[in-house]
Nanobody, 117 residues
Framework: QVQLVESGGGLVQAGGSLRLSCAAS????????MGWYRQAPGKQRELVAA??????TNYADSVKGRFTISRDTKNTVYLQMNSLKPEDTAVYYC????????????WGQGTQVTVSS
């Protein structure tokens, strides 16, 4: 069984910064890709940023130049969020594509990010 545990959310003023972390644990053979998604009230969940095993990154247009996704050599993915805006307010979820016996996607429990104006 694989578990993803997120941390780092909270309340911040517009223009501030937060760093999210998501650590995977369990019988993991390899992780192919990691990503961060977010869901605001009344809206669909959307991709914020993703990173492959090779380090290639992809960002939503709305966060380019402000957010940075990275991963360490183990099983943790980070999202550095700078110049936060009220429209960034959402629950943020990490997702990992993991080989642990079989290949499947796993999701974190979500962490609330609230940006006040």
């Amino acid at each position: 069984q694989v578990q993803l545990v997120e941390s780092g959310g909270g309340l911040v003023q517009a223009g501030g910064s937060l760093r999210l972390s998501c650590a995977a644990s369990g019988s993991i053979s390899s992780i192919y890709a990691m990503g961060w998604y977010r869901q605001a009230p009344g809206k669909q969940r959307e991709l914020v940023a993703a990173i492959t095993a090779g380090g290639s990154t992809n960002y939503a247009d709305s966060v380019k130049g402000r957010f940075t996704i990275s991963r360490d050599t183990k099983n943790t993915v980070y999202l550095q969020m700078n110049s936060l805006k009220p429209e960034d307010t959402a629950v943020y979820y990490c997702k990992m594509s993991v080989l642990a016996g079989s290949y499947r996607d796993y999701w974190g429990q979500g962490t609330q990010v609230t940006v006040s104006s």
